[in-house]
C-alpha cells in the first residue's frame, strides 16, 4: 500500500515537524511555526496547528 499524504494536527508544529525530519532523515529550511510539509519519495507529511 502506498499513502500519499499523512496530516497531523498539533499545537506545536516546530517540535514535531523536527521530530518527524530526524526520524526520516529528512533535511529541509522550513521553520514555519502553523504549517510545514516533510516530503520523502512517496510520501507527504503534514504538520499544521
Known amino acids: 500500500m502506498k499513502i500519499g499524504e499523512v496530516g497531523l494536527l498539533t499545537n506545536d508544529v516546530p517540535r514535531l515537524a523536527a521530530f518527524y525530519k530526524q526520524l526520516l532523515e529528512i ?14 519519495e512517496e510520501t507527504t507529511l503534514t504538520v499544521y496547528s
Open 27 to 40: 533535511e529541509n529550511d522550513c521553520n514555519d511555526e502553523t504549517h510545514q510539509f516533510i516530503i520523502t
